[in-house]
C-alpha cells in the first residue's frame, strides 16, 4: 500500500513566525501534490512537482514556497505565517496523472 | 479553463437507499474523472476514476459513477447506502496545466449523510 505521511497532525504557530510541513511517500512517486483545504472552498492546489528540483505553481501559490530535494520528499514552507493560512494542508502523491493521487492525513494548522 | 460542480453541498439518504452524489465538469479534450471520500480529520481516499472505456466504472466500498459524456456529468452512486457511508465526497478532473504537467481540479465537496 501506498503510504503518504506528514511531519504532523496538529500545528500551532505565532504570526511571522516561518513553518515547515513535510510530507513523505514511500512508493517512488513522481509527483507530488500540496493542497489547503477550507470549509466551503473544497481543495486548492498551493504547488506541485513532477520532479526532484521541479516545481510548479498552483492555484494559490502567494505565501507559500515549496523545497523538493529527494523524490520522496517535499516540503511546504510558509515564510512568514498570517492568521490568513490557518487551513488544513493536505500533501498528495501519484505516478503520474493518469493515475489517483493519495494523500496523507492531513497538518490542521492554526495562525494565532 | 476546467472546472468541477457539485451542485449539492448536504445530501440526506436513509440506510438502505440508493444514493447518488452529483458531479458536473468542464474540460478541454478528453476528461480523466475522480471520485475521492474524506471522513472525518482523515486525508482523502480514492474512490474510483475514469479514463477512457465503459462509461459505468465501479469502484471500492461498493461504489460505481456514471460517466455522461453529451451531460458533461459523472455522478457517484451506490445501490443501498450505509450509516458508514457518511463522510465529505470530492469529485475531480484532471487538467492540463502547461509544460506538459496536469493537476487536478476539485468540486467543493458534497457532505454525505445516511440516516439510520
Not at chain 1, 19 to 35: G, R, S, T
Not at chain 1, 48 to 55: A, E, I, L, P, T
Not at chain 1, 58 to 68: K, N
Not at chain 1, 81 to 86: F, G, I, K, L, Y
Request: hydrophobic share 30%.
Amino acid at each position: 500500500d501506498v503510504k503518504v505521511t506528514q511531519s504532523s497532525r496538529y500545528l500551532v504557530k505565532r504570526t511571522g513566525e516561518k513553518v515547515f510541513l513535510e510530507c513523505v511517500q514511500d512508493m517512488d512517486h513522481e509527483n507530488m501534490f500540496w493542497y489547503r483545504q477550507d470549509p466551503g472552498l473544497g481543495l486548492r492546489l498551493i504547488y506541485f512537482s513532477y520532479d526532484v528540483k521541479m516545481k510548479e505553481k498552483g492555484d494559490i501559490p502567494e505565501g507559500y514556497s515549496v523545497s523538493r530535494e529527494k523524490k520522496e520528499r517535499f516540503s511546504l514552507i510558509l515564510e512568514s505565517a498570517s492568521t490568513n493560512q490557518t487551513s488544513m494542508y493536505l500533501c498528495a502523491s501519484s505516478f503520474s496523472s493518469r493515475y489517483e493521487q493519495y494523500f496523507g492525513p492531513g497538518t490542521r494548522l492554526t495562525v494565532t | 479553463a476546467q472546472s468541477v460542480a457539485q451542485p449539492e453541498d448536504q445530501v440526506n439518504v436513509a440506510e438502505g437507499n440508493p444514493l447518488t452524489v452529483k458531479c458536473t465538469y468542464s474540460v478541454s479534450g478528453n476528461p480523466y474523472l475522480f471520485w475521492y471520500v474524506q471522513y472525518p480529520n482523515r486525508g482523502l481516499q480514492f474512490l474510483l476514476k475514469y479514463i477512457t472505456g465503459d462509461n459505468l466504472v465501479k469502484g471500492s466500498y461498493g461504489f460505481e459513477a456514471e460517466f455522461n459524456k453529451s451531460q458533461t456529468s459523472f455522478h457517484l452512486k451506490k445501490p443501498s447506502a450505509l450509516v458508514s457511508d457518511s463522510a465529505l465526497y470530492f469529485c475531480a478532473v484532471r487538467a492540463y496545466s502547461g509544460a506538459g504537467s496536469y493537476q487536478l481540479t476539485f468540486g467543493k465537496g458534497t457532505k454525505l449523510s445516511v440516516i439510520p
